[in-house]
């Protein structure tokens, strides 16, 4: 039902996988909302050919989707809550976000839309999927993820959607403020089907990773990645898995799933609408980083079937 022809081929994604795997013992915990793994050393002068949005253009948008987690070493890395005899897994949940997010791109516009991964069987690591995005030239890269609150039980008082933007104020301020128009459109949408608006959620980094330019990084890694890679970018969260109202409502259910993918698409669509292509470049100061194995390779040029 679902063509996943724009996503990394399987050999690619398999190198990934082995990446991942081999790493796995010092990554105890893949909380991937969180910091990820600092900028890859050094920074240096981009002198080869240019990525992001500004290089290579296609006249088509594009977006780039991101379904966090996936699994690790065999097993689910995003949050999960039994209820009812049920459990939910947040990674399975994000799948079927983005894959009805896509769908819903592809049957009402032209866009070139792109999946960082077609199973929840694998994960790709945070920054590749930065950098996957940048590689296709995406006008808008959207990490599509679900919350959870600390602590066991039901009882949270923890719920409604939220979005992790870049700060700013700082390094590349005015991409940083066009992820945030885009991810509040989102969350505008998300709320117009009866989920609570949390807003942003902006955060320095906690370790004192600095941006090129000296400015301290964002806390979190798709956003900032995003900054790096000089294209719009945000997760967005989709409610709290342990949260009553928010599993009950929004999801634990296929409707639902297609309802929040749709009112992502929405959106999205909303915001490009009004901002078209990104114009922004990617900074010659922006870290050196390896390519994603074979993504630019193995992408198919034109839009999804
Ligand atoms: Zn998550």
Redesign the pocket.
């Known amino acids: 039902m679902i063509n996943f022809k724009n996503v990394l081929t399987a050999s690619a994604s398999a190198l990934l996988l082995a990446t991942i795997i081999s790493t796995a013992a010092i990554t105890t915990a893949y909380?991937?909302?969180e910091t990820g793994p600092a900028f890859a050393p050094p920074i240096t002068k981009i002198s080869g050919p240019e990525i992001g949005p500004g290089a290579n253009r296609s006249s088509k948008l594009v977006v780039v989707l991101d379904p966090?987690?996936g699994k690790v070493d065999g097993h689910y890395s995003?949050?999960n809550f039994e209820y009812n005899g049920t459990k939910y897994y947040?990674d399975e949940i994000?799948m079927k976000i983005s894959t009805y997010t896509k769908k819903y791109l592809e049957e009402n516009t032209d866009y070139a839309v792109y999946l960082t991964k077609d199973s929840v069987e694998k994960t790709v690591p945070l920054e590749q999927r930065a950098a996957f995005a940048a590689s296709v030239h995406a006008d808008l890269f959207v990490s599509q993820?679900?919350?959870?609150a600390p602590g066991n039980g039901v009882t949270k008082n923890a719920y409604g959607v939220s979005s992790m933007a870049p700060k700013t104020g700082r390094f590349n301020n005015e991409l940083a403020l066009q992820s945030q128009e885009a991810a509040n459109t989102i969350l505008g949408q998300l709320s117009s089907i009866g989920l609570h608006n949390r807003g942003l959620i902006l955060r320095d980094s906690q370790n004192g990773t600095m941006f090129p330019d000296g400015s301290l990084a964002d806390y979190y890694a798709i956003p900032r990645y995003s900054q790096m890679y000089g294209i719009r970018g945000f997760?967005i969260?989709h409610g709290f898995i342990n949260h009553t109202s928010d599993l009950t409502l929004y999801l634990s259910t296929e409707e639902s799933y297609k309802a929040l993918g749709e009112a992502d698409a929405k959106g999205i669509i909303e915001y490009l609408k009004k901002a078209g292509k990104s114009t922004f470049t990617t900074t010659t100061e922006a870290a050196q980083v390896p390519p994603v194995e074979g993504a630019p390779a193995s992408v198919p040029a034109g839009p999804a079937a």
């Not at 993820?145 to 959870?148: K, R, T, Y």
């Open positions: 909380a991937e909302e966090g987690h995003g949050c947040e994000n993820h679900v919350d959870s997760i969260e």
